[in-house]
């Protein structure tokens, strides 16, 4: 396991200047794809597409928690509490996540919900996988910068957000295109293990920076 080298003095502040905004940029994507997911949801009758806008909402939360967690960094007294504080939000966020895949998949699969068609819906996850990937790469280079296992852990539930952008453009995809309704629960059901992984994990303080694939 590589050892990280922490930044300190001006270039820590400029770090996590950068992690301040990427969390106001969270907040900020994540409220308005959450605002369009569920208009549209409701509209074309998807319970995936109303859904994927409560997960918007859990990365709101996340998004939160981290940007406390950015403006007390300065505060070298605080700064180990507060990250082991923010950890377990986000841990907290993980299993909220786990639950709402878990609850809307079976729901899905056990009733035999088959949404209209939604273009929208199909516009906003093509532009959350281009989206997302993005703001993983810059988060989790702020979070080596600073040593920050809370801001990783953040990316982390980040990137877990565009496997699922990608899978509910398969879903609308397959279900709008050969009819296939059961294509995203499915798929969807198959990330609850990692997601409730990581979630177990960051409740521990287990994640740490260098346990991840940061390349």
């Known amino acids: ?10 270039n820590r502040a400029a770090l996590v200047k950068k992690g301040r905004r990427l969390e106001y940029f969270t ?7 959450g605002l369009i997911a569920v208009v549209a949801g409701l509209m074309a009758g998807s319970i995936a597409l109303v859904g994927f806008g409560f997960d918007s909402l859990i990365e709101v939360t996340s998004g939160a928690a981290l940007l406390w967690r950015l403006h007390l960094d300065a505060d070298e007294s ?10 377990r939000i986000v841990g907290v966020c993980f299993l909220l996540l786990a639950a709402y895949v878990s609850y809307d998949s079976i729901k899905s699969l056990i009733w035999r919900e088959k949404p209209r068609e939604s273009i929208p819906g199909i516009i906003l996850a093509i532009a959350s996988v281009i989206v997302m990937p993005l703001l993983v790469r810059a988060k989790r280079k702020v979070a080596r910068g600073i040593n920050s296992a809370a801001l990783m852990a953040d990316s982390k539930q980040t ?9 509910l453009l398969a879903g609308l995809l397959l279900n709008a295109l050969v009819g296939w309704w059961w294509a995203d629960p499915v798929a969807a059901l198959v990330m609850v293990p990692i997601i409730i992984k990581e979630g177990i994990e960051a409740l521990r303080g287990e994640t740490c920076c260098d346990d991840i694939d940061c390349h």
């Open 78 to 87: 605080r700064r180990e509490r507060v990250e082991a504080i923010t950890l």
């Open 1 to 10: 396991m590589s050892q990280l080298v922490q930044i300190s003095g001006p």
């Open 159 to 167: 990137e877990l957000c565009t496997y699922l952008s990608a899978i």
């Open 27 to 33: 907040i900020a994507y994540n409220s308005l794809e």
